[in-house]
Structure formats: structure tokens, C-alpha cells
């Protein structure tokens, strides 16, 4: 069978990148023979030769898309190398379809792109692979390590360098591993034996600015890889080392909004107030942050015969990332119930307190049970966390034996393992403000509310140590680990009455455990609450703080500089690793899952697809702990916990379930093809959703827990489309899909009495109070959409990519699904000749509902995002490239819904723009 070269390489990566046995991928070609890896990787070298730049790239990605027999977005390495993008996520956020969240909690949005959400969906629906296989992750960030504990993938621990291609499957196929009930992203690496010369050695060398701290750093990544003459044998090593200064001014209303009672003092003196909610803690929050990103892969390649390969594979990534947050709060839960010198011409809209002065009280007011005049209105939050981090690792063994001409086997055993570490917070929390009088101004969801306090808010002269605490957990080391083993086999047909062109099947088995082991919630000692006692250097909020965020509020405000909190922490902190040992964040997921697939591939004249059933069988084993006796209660009471006795539960829960799939693939013409595409999927719960843990706050009587009772998520999804390839480089398509979700995880709230640790402490006995907390349940949804894509070139030099999703979602009884965009559109335009490339990129998501933070529902609101990218080619060796992010310095802002007040603001944050140079070489 002969092919021109062009023809050869587009098919050959097509079978690669698409239907990649090896990786438990469709094999997704026309072809009546299984294609083998010699052939991949001598498509990979005529690749080389053709695809040089963002428009042959381009028309590769768009011909692995038409020959595809299942419904995929494919990205290429070169594509990558000429876009805006710093990790995996940047270069998928312009696929139809595919939406991006700089966050994976309730710590609010960053700078780059963290989470892949695919169809309206939230993160977790969407599975990341690496290579067909499952890639271990971990969060930096200490709530996503112990409270919200999702199966999405960091991206921040996956540089784009270490890319060969990316697929995202959009329709789902029995070689498919399950877990990604909207889709799933397969990250392609780069192999040894696929590179066109026997020795390629790649370095990028630069530094990237950051505008909001005015901060370089310094990035660097190289790759070097060698073969034999004789193709049989290759070794390739990469590196990179990235790292950069964040800086986050914000706004957050910590703990919602608040209710005056009808028997408060200000609801007696202004019965029009009974009732109404006023905004609880309202801070001007100051994040930093040093992120540094490094790590690496070994792959050694071996063709020990010509109808066998082996690959050896190993990838390493770490993220420290030491960070800062300080939070100057004013504090109207503590002054507003009294009314104490509310003044005249506050204002009461939609049942919310929006504008209020509360002069200076008089010498005999009462705040509770205690004056005024000594009450703290405002409460300052400072957490350091200099060790924090994050991981990521995997080492794979792949082979691929071609038994005959027609049939194929492969398999892959490998280990992947991430971690998430804070083994240290230095806090302080203290009050200050001592009856000093405040104001707010609120003014609409979209803008930061307005306020100001009285007193002294550049120094700590007025500091209240008593009405604060020390808090924060400690030795916080999680793990997520997978052992893991797949073979597979494909049996092709030369001739098939029945136009069976091939028959894949496989058998996969695994091993994951999600972890916590430790963490000591660090508590005060000694004598902290005298004020003498704490630091007397100062630091201050940079200039400029509340004008980049577009507000009125105090300002300069000071800080303790991390080392000076650190010291005071050393000594003031109660860390004791028996007494403030934290047993209720401790939890053990442990899965194992067993999967077997058989898929039948047809092909006739004008059409092709493909039929095929997975069985999956899941046995969890989840431990955690309660402060009381449940019905899983396998040990206890633990004792000698500060925190009170706890007990250790168990739940161990199997199920079984066979998904089917069907995609088909009709070619109207030589250019225009329709595909449909039906199956069912199947996502499990997060991790926090199922390991019943509890988390309370003292201070505002709210929490969250698991339900380990919880069942496993399955959509069933109807998928079709039409695709017009116009152009090499040309394309318009339009597709709609729909899945029905059932036992799709949602939030409930219940009232859980349990022992204020706090309150215990500060009155010098137990004192029990009734938390309201958010507990997962399942339900049922539904999410359906459209998705439009124009590709269109213009002359030789130019070229247009726009894509347009609407996505409509919902759970029952109208409760929103979480990372729902009703609109998402790109528009990217590229320039390119033989010296130059630019690229000017525009990404926007309309608002979406984001998750419940305590017992509030809160959204993102729309946000857009501009980037820009240049290249110019010095020679064929060296080209120099310079890439700008979040150009037009987006806003990110949040609100809360609630039936009581309807829509508040929640959370206002800005990242500013980040600039980065690179001289690249490449021999």
C-alpha cells in the first residue's frame, strides 16, 4: 500500500495521537491495517520536515480532527511553541468547548491557568491524562489539600514543554479510561525514537516581569535527545526551572452576610432593620506569593526487534510556592447588632444594610457584654506559609509487540504520585479598632465595597491580641498515589464482510490512595495576648493598593514581614504534636478498580465508527473521623486531643458498571462530514465528598463534611456535529451535545452541634454550639449546548480562529451546576512569515456558579482575558520570543446568592500583567 509523504505522515500521527493502543486510545483511523510505531515515528519525522510554523501546525491539528473517528480538538507542539502559554491549560482555554479557572478551591483566582473544565462542567468531570495514563497531582494551597478535595489535575505542575500533542476527547470510547464523564484530556510527551536526527538539543533561556510586584525572574528550559542510526535505541533528558513573583490586591467578605436579630439593640431602636443582613467581615486582602516550578523527564526508548518497543518514561514536577495573605477586616458582626452611633441616612435595599456610619460610641454603650469603647471593630487575619508546595511524578514501562500483520498487543505498568505539602502556617489573628467607629458603602456586585474605620490603620499601635487567636494546621503532608497496569490488543481485518476493519480490547487494573496522615492545629500559649509582646517592625501595603482594585478603604495598612511573624509564632504558638493533634482532617480514600473493554472498529465506503463496551468495577475503602459515635465507627474514642475524643470510621463501599459507546462518522463529501457520537460515562466523587471529615470555624459557626455514602456520577451523552474542512487551514463546524447526569453531587446544609474549641478556651470550659454544615448529596442534571468553530486563513501570512460554546445547566429542582458558562468564546488572529510570528488572543467566560464556601453559594462573575504573543527567527538555530499575559489586567469578581438577600458581592481580586522574554536555540 503506497501513500504520498503527506498523506503517510497525516495518517500514521492520526493512529498515533488518536488511536494510540498503548494509551487506551480509539483507533481512530480508515486504515485496514493496525499502524505500528516504526511507522508513527517515521510520521513524526516527516511532521518535522513539513510543520514549521503556526500555519502548517494548524492544518496538521485540523487533519488529525478530520481523520479522528471520534468526536477530538488536537493541539501540536509547534502550535504550542507560538501561543500565549505557560502550561497546558493556556494552550487548551482557545479549544471550542473547553473552559479554564485560575483556582481549585475557595482561595480565589490567580494568574494562571490551574483547573480544565470541559462543556459546562466542573473540573473534576474532566479527566487529565499523561500518556493514556492517570498522572498523580497536588494543590499548594491548604484548603484544597484538606477541605476541598477535588479528581482534577493541577496544571500548574505541567509546562508546556514537555508537550509532543495534546487530544481532548469530547465523545467518549471503551479504550477510554474511565473517570471523565465530559471528556478527556490526553497529554501526548515527546519520545526519543520520534525525533527526525540523531542528536536535537533545545534550550530557552529568559525571564518573565511582573508588573503588580515589579519583579523578574528567571526561566529557563532545555531538552536534549540522542539516537542510534539505526532507530532502534534513544535516550531524552528535558529540564525547566520557572520562577515568578505574584502579587493578588483583593477584597473578600469573609463569612458572608449576617442577620439582625428583631430583639437586637439597633433592631429596638429602627424596626425597619429587624431583619436585614449587613456584610459580616469586609478586608482589604494582600496576597504574595514566590512560585517556582522545576523538574523533569527521563525517556529511553528500545527497539530490541523490529516488531517490538519498549519505552521506559519518567516525569518529575514540584511547585514551591511560599505565600503571604494578610487580611485588614472590619468586623460588623461585632458593632452592628448594638447600633451603638449608627447615624442618620443609612441606607436598606433588597433587604441588605448597603450604606451605614457608625460614629465613635458613647462611654456607656454596650456591645454585648462589654463596652463599646473596648469592643475591636476590626479583626486582622495575617497566615504565612514559607514551605508550601506541591508534586507531581509518574514513571511508566510501555511495550508494544507486534505479534503478526494484524494483530497488535501492548501494555503499561507504572506508579504516579503527587503530593501537597504545608508543613508550616505562621499566623496572627488580632483585633484592633477599640471602639473606633467604621463605614461602608456597597456598590453593586460588580465593584469592591467602599469603607473606612477610625483610629490608626498604619501601625499596630492599637492592636487587641485577646480578641483574636492563633490558628492554622500544621505538618500537613497529603498524598495522592496510583499504581497502575493496562495491556491491550488490537486485532485488524483485511477483508470483513461486516465491515469490521479491526477489533480492540483490553484489560486495566489500579490503585489509588488519597491521604492525609497529619496535621496539628497550632493553637496560642504563653502570654500573647499582651501586646508588648508582639513584633515592632512594620511593614506597609504597597501604594497604589486600593486604586488598582477601584476602592475607598483604609489605607496605608501595616503587616508583620513573614520573619518577624515566623519568630513571634516560635514562641507564642501551641504545636504540641499530641495535645493539638487534628484528627477530624485526617481521611484515607483508598479505590481499587478493575476494567475491561471490547470495541469493534468498522469502515466502508464514506464512513467509519466504532462500537464498544467498558465493564468497571470499583471497591473503596474510606476512613475518617467524627467527634461522636456514628454508625461506621470502627475504633475510639480517641483521646488526649485538646479538640476533644474522636473515633475512627470506616465505609467500604463496590459497585460495577458497564458503559457503552458509539460514534460514528459519515463523509457527505470529500470535505464536509458529519459525526454522531452516544454513550455513557462515569466520574466518581471527590475525594472531600466522600471522606466525611469535618472542618469547623469558631468564629462564624459554619463547616463542611463528606458523605462517604456518596455514588458515582454517570452521564449519558448524545453528541453530533457537522464539520466543513474548506481549507488546509480552514475549517466550520457546528456541533450540539447533551448529558443527562444522574447521582451528579450537590450541596445540603444541616444544623451539627459540636464543641467550640475557641469559645472553650477563652471562657475556661466546653462550650458546645450548633454549627450549620454543608454536606455533599446526590442528585440529578442535565447539561446541554452548542459549540461553533471558524477557522479561516487569509492570504499566505494571516489567518483568523474563532469558537463559540453555550452551555445551559442545571440540577434538580433549578440548582445550578457547578462550572456552568452559559457563553465562552475565542477569537485568536496570527500573522506569520519566514522571520516573524504574532499571535493576539482573546478568551472570555460568562459567570458561572463556582462552589459553596461554608454554607454561602458564591459565583464567579464573567472575565476576559487578552494575551499576546511575538517571535522573530534570528537564524535557522535561534529565535528570540516575547509573550504578554492578562494584558488588559482582568478582575476577577465574585458573589454570593442567597434567597434571604439575593446577590452580594463576595470576593474582588486583581493579578495584574505578566511579561515574559525568551531566547530560544535549537541544534
Not at 494546621?473 to 491491550?488: A, T
Amino acid at each position: 500500500m503506497s501513500y504520498r509523504r503527506s498523506l503517510l505522515a497525516a495518517s500514521i500521527i492520526a493512529s498515533f495521537c488518536i488511536t494510540g493502543t498503548a494509551y487506551g486510545q480509539d483507533a481512530g483511523t480508515t486504515s485496514t491495517t493496525q499502524q505500528t510505531k516504526a511507522d508513527r515515528a517515521k510520521a513524526k519525522e516527516l511532521g518535522q520536515v513539513t510543520v514549521v510554523g503556526i500555519r502548517d501546525s494548524e492544518a496538521e491539528s485540523l487533519n488529525l480532527k478530520k481523520e479522528a473517528n471520534s468526536h477530538v480538538e488536537v493541539i501540536t507542539a509547534e502550535d504550542i511553541g507560538k501561543l500565549p502559554a505557560k502550561n497546558v491549560a493556556d494552550t487548551l482555554q482557545r479549544l471550542p468547548g473547553v473552559n479554564i479557572s485560575s483556582s481549585s478551591a475557595t482561595e480565589g483566582g490567580f494568574d494562571e491557568s490551574d483547573r480544565v473544565s470541559l462543556r459546562g462542567t466542573n473540573p473534576s468531570m474532566t479527566q487529565t491524562l499523561v500518556n493514556g495514563h492517570t498522572v498523580g497531582t497536588g494543590d499548594w494551597f491548604v484548603l484544597s489539600q484538606v477541605q476541598t478535595v477535588g479528581r482534577s489535575v493541577s496544571y500548574s505542575l505541567l509546562p508546556s514543554e514537555i508537550v509532543s500533542e495534546v487530544v481532548v476527547h469530547k465523545s467518549s470510547e471503551a479504550k477510554l479510561q474511565e473517570g471523565g464523564s465530559a471528556g478527556t484530556v490526553d497529554i501526548i510527551t515527546r519520545k526519543p525514537l520520534e525525533f527526525a536526527k540523531p542528536i536535537t538539543a533545545e534550550a530557552s533561556i529568559g525571564g518573565v516581569y511582573a508588573d503588580l510586584p515589579g519583579d523578574t525572574k528567571p526561566q529557563f528550559s532545555g531538552m536534549f535527545n540522542w539516537k542510534n542510526n539505526d532507530n532502534t535505541f534513544g535516550a531524552m533528558v528535558q529540564a525547566f526551572y520557572e520562577k515568578r513573583s505574584l502579587q493578588r490586591n483583593g477584597q473578600e467578605i469573609v463569612g458572608g452576610y449576617n442577620q439582625i436579630g428583631a430583639k437586637d439593640p439597633i433592631a429596638v431602636a429602627h424596626p425597619d432593620l429587624a431583619g436585614v443582613y449587613y456584610p459580616n467581615e469586609t478586608g482589604q486582602t494582600f496576597f504574595t506569593q514566590t512560585r517556582e516550578r522545576k523538574g523533569g523527564t527521563i525517556d529511553l526508548q528500545w527497539k530490541p526487534l523490529d516488531n517490538l518497543t519498549l519505552n521506559l518514561s519518567s516525569f518529575y514536577s514540584k511547585l514551591k510556592a511560599d505565600n503571604y495573605n494578610r487580611n485588614y477586616m472590619m468586623w460588623a458582626s461585632q458593632f452592628v447588632p448594638s447600633g451603638a452611633g449608627l447615624q442618620p441616612g443609612y441606607t436598606v435595599s433588597g433587604n441588605v444594610l448597603k450604606n451605614a456610619t457608625f460614629a465613635k460610641p458613647g462611654p456607656t454603650d454596650m456591645c454585648g457584654a462589654n463596652l463599646c469603647s473596648a469592643t475591636a471593630y476590626g479583626v486582622y487575619d495575617q497566615i504565612s506559609r514559607p514551605k508550601a508546595s506541591s508534586s507531581s511524578a509518574y514513571t511508566t514501562l510501555d511495550a508494544e509487540w507486534r505479534a503478526t500483520d494484524h494483530l497488535t498487543f501492548t501494555g503499561q505498568v507504572g506508579t504516579t504520585q503527587g503530593k501537597g505539602d504545608s508543613p508550616t502556617q505562621d499566623v496572627s489573628e488580632l483585633g484592633f479598632g477599640a471602639g473606633a467607629g467604621a463605614n461602608w458603602a456597597m456598590r453593586g456586585t460588580g465593584n469592591p465595597i467602599n469603607w473606612g474605620m477610625g483610629g490608626d490603620n498604619s501601625s499596630p499601635s492599637g492592636i487587641i491580641p485577646s480578641a483574636g487567636w492563633i490558628f492554622g494546621g500544621q505538618d500537613i503532608h497529603v498524598k495522592d498515589k496510583e499504581n497502575f497496569f493496562q495491556s491491550d490488543g488490537s486485532l485488524a481485518f483485511d477483508d470483513s464482510k461486516f465491515f469490521l476493519s479491526s477489533l480492540d480490547f483490553g484489560v486495566r487494573y489500579s490503585d489509588h490512595t488519597r491521604e492525609n496522615k497529619s496535621e496539628i492545629a497550632q493553637g496560642p500559649t504563653g502570654d500573647w495576648q499582651n501586646p508588648a509582646n508582639y513584633p515592632q517592625s512594620f511593614q506597609h501595603y504597597p501604594s497604589g493598593f486600593n486604586s488598582d482594585l477601584g476602592v475607598n478603604a483604609p489605607s496605608p495598612v501595616w503587616f508583620y514581614s513573614p520573619g518577624a511573624l515566623a519568630a513571634f509564632d516560635a514562641k507564642y504558638a501551641n504545636r504540641n504534636p499530641v495535645t493539638r493533634f487534628y484528627w477530624q482532617d485526617l481521611y484515607k480514600v483508598n479505590e481499587k478498580d478493575a476494567a475491561a473493554y471490547l470495541q469493534a472498529n468498522f469502515s466502508g465506503d464514506r464512513w467509519s465508527g466504532n462500537f464498544g463496551i467498558r465493564y468497571v468495577d470499583t471497591k473503596e475503602d474510606i476512613t475518617y473521623n467524627t467527634p461522636a459515635v456514628s454508625q461506621y465507627t470502627t475504633a475510639g474514642p480517641i483521646t488526649g486531643s485538646a479538640f476533644g475524643d474522636y473515633y475512627k470510621n470506616t465505609y467500604k463501599h463496590s459497585y460495577d458498571r458497564f458503559l457503552p459507546s458509539l460514534n460514528f462518522k459519515f463523509n457527505l463529501t470529500d470535505d464536509l462530514l458529519a459525526r454522531f457520537a452516544a454513550s455513557q460515562t462515569m466520574t466518581r466523587p471527590d475525594y472531600s465528598a466522600l471522606a466525611g471529615s469535618f472542618s469547623l470555624d469558631d468564629l462564624t459557626h459554619t463547616g463542611s463534611g463528606g458523605n462517604p455514602q456518596l455514588k458515582p456520577l454517570i452521564a449519558t451523552n448524545f453528541d453530533a456535529g457537522l464539520e466543513w474542512y474548506f481549507a488546509p487551514r480552514g475549517l466550520v463546524s457546528a456541533g450540539v451535545y447533551n448529558m443527562q447526569l444522574s447521582d451528579y453531587v450537590t450541596f445540603g446544609n444541616k444544623n451539627i452541634l459540636f464543641k467550640d474549641q475557641q469559645a472553650s478556651s477563652q471562657q475556661g470550659h466546653d462550650v458546645f454550639s450548633n454549627y450549620q454544615v454543608s454536606v455533599p448529596t446526590n442528585t440529578n442534571g442535565n447539561v446541554k449546548g452548542v459549540e461553533l468553530n471558524y477557522i479561516q486563513p487569509i492570504g499566505d501570512n494571516f489567518g483568523v480562529q474563532t469558537n463559540y460554546t453555550y452551555a445551559s445547566g442545571h440540577a434538580d429542582g433549578g440548582k445550578p451546576l457547578q462550572g456552568t458558562s452559559k457563553n465562552t468564546y475565542n477569537i485568536s488572529g496570527y500573522f506569520e512569515n519566514q522571520l516573524f510570528n504574532a499571535r493576539l488572543s482573546y478568551t472570555y467566560r460568562s459567570s458561572f456558579f463556582d462552589g459553596v464556601n461554608r454554607t454561602d453559594i458564591f459565583y464567579q462573575a464573567g472575565i476576559g482575558n487578552l494575551a499576546f504573543s511575538l517571535g522573530y527567527n534570528i537564524n535557522e538555530w535561534m529565535a528570540v520570543s516575547f509573550d504578554a499575559m492578562n494584558l488588559n489586567n482582568p478582575k476577577l469578581k465574585y458573589y454570593t446568592v442567597n434567597p434571604a438577600y439575593g446577590r452580594q458581592p463576595s470576593a474582588f481580586y486583581v493579578n495584574g500583567r505578566q511579561y515574559y522574554v525568551n531566547l530560544r536555540f535549537k541544534l
